[in-house]
């Protein structure tokens, strides 16, 4: 099971919006609706964000969004703040109870 | 609240095996799958496999297949991974996971520290 594919860095100023691609194959982001993405700064535990493509959990504000396309998805932050400077990891499960992770994405809040 | 409280830090060397546990707390602990997830220094993350502690079913990666066994016990709301003949490139940090179609609570992580 190859690595899901994610830009290694992406940046933006505060305020701003910044998109994170990650590409699969039919195998898993194309063929199943479990896209998930995770927070992790430096030192800690990934956190949830956004599962099922496009919901967030309780306590996730409304600036972090997720969609899909074919064998694609992508995670949006609006409204940069300092504090989503961190690595952001896409996730997707790929049948027979596989899951692949994505290779992350640092993102710098400028 | 839901929490997964992990074992401590392991130092091993190199042909050795190590066990790791992940105590579940706060949820009904059949109910949800356990996944495996493994991050080596400044590494990004690795799912190495999945239990179910409703009836003991199991998927490891395949590039860790014949080295990695999950178990749980139900009695103590507790998941175990063992990973044994360890390698330099065993070294990282081990999260579990709770998994229902996504990884929504984490445990906060064991390192194994694999020497030659």
């Known amino acids: 099971q190859s690595a899901l594919t994610q830009p290694p860095s992406a940046s933006g100023s505060p305020g701003q919006s910044v998109t994170i691609s990650c590409t699969g194959t039919?195998?898993?982001?194309?063929?199943?609706?479990?896209v998930s993405w995770y927070q992790q700064h430096t030192g800690k535990a990934p956190k949830l964000i956004i599962f099922?493509?496009?919901k967030r959990p309780s306590g996730i504000p409304d600036r972090f969004s997720g969609s899909k396309s074919g064998n694609t998805a992508s995670l949006t932050v609006s409204g940069l703040q300092a504090d989503d400077e961190a690595d952001y990891y896409c996730?997707?499960?790929?049948?027979?109870?596989?899951?692949?992770f994505g290779g992350g994405t640092k993102l710098t809040v400028l | 609240q839901v929490q997964l409280v992990q074992s401590e830090t392991e130092v091993k060397k190199s042909g050795d095996s190590v066990k790791v546990s992940c105590k579940a707390s706060?949820?009904?602990?059949?109910?949800?799958?356990v996944s495996w997830v493994r991050q080596a220094p400044g590494q990004g993350l690795e799912w190495i496999g999945w239990?179910?502690?409703?009836?003991?079913?199991?998927n490891a990666a395949q590039k860790l297949r014949g080295r990695l066994t999950m178990t749980s016990d139900t009695s103590t709301r507790t998941a175990y991974m063992e990973l044994t003949n360890l390698r330099s490139d065993d070294t990282a940090v081990y999260y579990c996971?709770?998994?229902?179609?996504?990884?929504?609570?984490w445990g906060q992580g064991t390192l194994v520290i694999v020497s030659s």
């Open positions: 996971a709770r998994e229902v179609n996504r990884l929504d609570f």
């Open positions: 706060g949820y009904t602990f059949t109910k949800f799958g």
């Open positions: 239990i179910s502690p409703y009836n003991g079913n199991t």
């Open positions: 039919s195998n898993d982001i194309g063929d199943y609706r479990f």
């Open positions: 099922d493509v496009n």
């Open positions: 996730n997707s499960y790929a049948g027979a109870n596989n899951w692949v």
